[in-house]
């Protein structure tokens, strides 16, 4: 019940100020269902694949998505995860809760500014 | 050609940034999508869900064999997004954007010294 409502907020976040889902999705899970820094990261990128996967598939029913934009960034990306998550696993759960603080605030100086 | 080797470049970063955090990227691949490839937002936007998929599919992938994910709360939290995003979009329209910018900012300032105060805390050996 408490995921839910989790989801539901980083959807409704989502939504309106067109940040992703998983800056919401991860404090969350590490702040209020207390879950540590590694699996809360893995579990929100689970989660955010699927909200990207009904979000992608809405727009192209409207024809607003670009394929081969989205391939010149998006396949690149995909080797970039897979070298981030095996740095994650090398980085201590504090340095990644305080690398991802410092990501946060950064995101609302820009948001504010 | 240089514009598509740059955002090549700003994908990879974008990717590192995802399997990192666990976040899907977009906040890299919007800018990216409208400053060097020349899209509209709107276009960045629902481009920037069709890049995620690859993204999030590889860093889920690793995750999977590092025994990080826990696929059901994944589950939960994607659904419960899923039908946020439905009732946001409803109520985007109806409210001043500009003042509810700042107030998530000043939330997200908020959660960011809540993080840090935890992180700091915690003896450096726990994981």
Redesign the interface.
Known sequence: MR?????????????????????V???L???V?H??????????????????????FT??L?G????G?????????????????????RL??????????????G???W??I | MWALALAALLGVAAGVLSGLFGVGGGILFVPTLTLVLGLTQLHAEATSLLAILPTAAAGVWRQRSYGNVRWRAALVLGLGAIAGVEAGVQIAESLPEHALRRLFALLMLGVAAQLAWRALRKPPYAS
Do not use: D
């Open positions: 995921l839910l409502l989790i989801g539901l907020v980083a959807g409704l976040f989502s939504a309106l100020f067109g940040v992703g889902g998983g800056i999705i991860v404090p899970l590490i702040l269902a879950f540590v820094e590694r699996p809360a990261m893995a579990t929100s990128l689970g989660a955010v694949g699927l909200i990207a996967l009904v979000g992608a727009y192209a409207h607003e998505v670009k394929p934009a989205a391939a010149v960034v998006g396949l690149p990306a995909a080797f970039g995860a897979v070298f981030g998550t095996a740095l994650q696993q201590q759960g504090r340095t990644l809760s305080l690398a991802f603080a410092a990501l946060l605030a995101i609302a100086v948001l504010l």
